[in-house]
């Protein structure tokens, strides 16, 4: 092949283990690769974009790559890496989440083409919804034994930790579910790797056993490590949840914020992991950012990489202005093209106020609107010096003592936003 995935992963610092004999395996011809994604919501988050983006990289070069939305596994739940079994989700719900989520690996993977190596979507409850229990047991139970499905660390884990609960049959079976998916898609489809986090280590193994067991085949697991950040705290997690790829969970602006804040030393492992930049392009940023940490350079090219990525050119271009809009280099228009929930995203913290749309219609002064109907200065006599000198704005434009508020100076039917300076934001919410 013309370029070396194992390679290309591992300089990204995407590999976490392998099994030996991949990278050859690899080299001698076209081969085709899978990641399974369980559809639990209609939306995938940062912490699936590992993954996807090993998926990628494996169709740049040159591979065939399958994802698996895990239609009858979703039914289930994994128990690797959870304390607790999940919520079971119904045939209807599962469909809306596959379509979403078809929708979102589209920016990723190209599916609609005519090359060899085009990514095909395939669906586990399609060879599953069929499989009755006693057909299940002899044909899939039989291959592996109760010793080798007890010694997987997930399973391990489950058993000897904390929860009382222990684990139901039906998440301690998922692992001959998941094995019976990469003995389908080796047999039907040719698929000898299977790619996942590392915590999926022992489900993949199981496949790659089934498939010696029972096909005298050869097949491989390879995996990518958990992503964690320098600071200990969790990645693709706010205090408001996941960040997901969806705009309507996660605002491009909230998305672009994510990335524009991580840490200097999470910024140079993630531009590795969450961009296509090349070795030299990243190399060349480092060097920069570390002659003037100051200016954020690394932070500033991985946030705008991924959102336009994820989301698009234009996604970012308004992201970028609404985070001007808080250091004071925006306009009016600025502010009138945010979405209610961006609006409130970018003056998340600012102090605020409530004013009537009655009070509006008849006008509140600015000197009122500024001290007794607000309290964001402290007088009428800190408001009219203020004024004179030239300091106060509403919606990002300049104002006089004469100005009146009304309801002309709406945005979004419902906010006016007052200033003092450049970077003193009031905000009034009119209801």
């Known amino acids: 092949m013309d370029k070396n995935f194992i390679e290309e992963l591992k300089w990204r610092g995407m590999i976490h283990d392998s099994m030996p004999g991949v990278e050859e395996h690899l080299l001698e011809k076209m081969r085709s690769a899978y990641v399974g994604i369980d559809p639990t919501a209609d ?3 940062i912490g699936h974009l590992v993954s996807v983006m090993m998926l990628r990289h494996f169709q ?5 790559p399958y994802a698996l939305l895990g239609g009858a596994t979703g039914m289930i739940g994994d128990p690797s890496g959870k304390s607790q ?5 119904d045939e209807k719900e599962l469909k809306h989440n596959q379509d979403s989520i078809k929708k979102q690996l589209s920016k990723f993977l190209a599916f609609d083409t005519e090359d060899e190596n085009a990514a095909v979507l395939v669906n586990n409850y399609d060879w599953m919804k069929n499989f009755s229990f006693l057909d299940f047991i002899r044909d899939v139970g039989k291959h592996i034994t109760v010793n080798y499905m007890m010694a997987k660390d997930s399973v391990k884990k489950r058993l000897t930790g904390e929860n009382p609960e222990g684990m139901s049959f ?3 079976s998922y692992q ?3 094995g019976n998916d990469f003995l389908h898609l080796y047999k039907e489809n040719e698929v000898t790797i299977q790619m996942g986090g590392s915590d999926q280590w022992g489900n993949i193994t199981t496949g790659t056993e089934m498939i010696r067991r029972v ?3 050869k097949a491989f697991a390879v995996t990518c490590p958990l992503i964690t950040k320098a600071d200990g705290t969790k990645f693709g997690k706010t205090e408001g949840g996941n960040i997901w790829l969806d705009e309507e969970r996660t605002s491009p602006y909230e998305f672009y914020q994510y990335w524009l804040n991580t840490s200097d030393e999470d910024a140079e492992k993630f531009i590795k992991i969450f961009t296509f930049l090349s070795k030299e392009e990243i190399e060349t940023l480092v060097a920069e950012h570390n002659e003037a940490p100051h200016q954020r350079q690394l932070q500033k090219k991985l946030a705008e990489e991924v959102t336009i990525m994820v989301h698009s050119e234009e ?15 925006s306009t009016e228009d600025d502010l009138r093209s945010l979405s209610t929930k961006d609006f409130l995203s970018v003056f998340d913290g600012v102090p605020q106020a409530k004013l009537s749309k009655e009070e509006l219609k008849e006008g509140v002064g ?3 609107a500024l001290s007794a109907k607000t309290g964001f200065l402290a007088s009428n006599g800190q408001a009219r010096r203020e004024l004179k000198g030239n300091a106060i704005s509403v919606n990002k434009t300049k104002v006089k003592e004469d100005f009146v508020l009304t309801e002309e100076q709406l945005i979004n039917d419902m906010f006016i936003l007052l200033g003092k300076g450049k970077k003193t934001n009031y905000l009034i919410i009119v209801s």
């Open 60 to 64: 740049k070069a040159g591979h065939k």
């Open 366 to 368: 600015i000197i009122d």
């Open 176 to 178: 001959l579910v998941q």
């Open 215 to 217: 096909e005298s085949g």
């Open 170 to 172: 039906t998440e301690f």
């Open 315 to 329: 996604a970012l271009k308004t992201a970028i202005a609404a985070s001007n809009i808080l250091f004071g280099k």
């Open 43 to 45: 939306s995938l988050h």
């Open 85 to 89: 079994e999940r919520n079971l989700l």
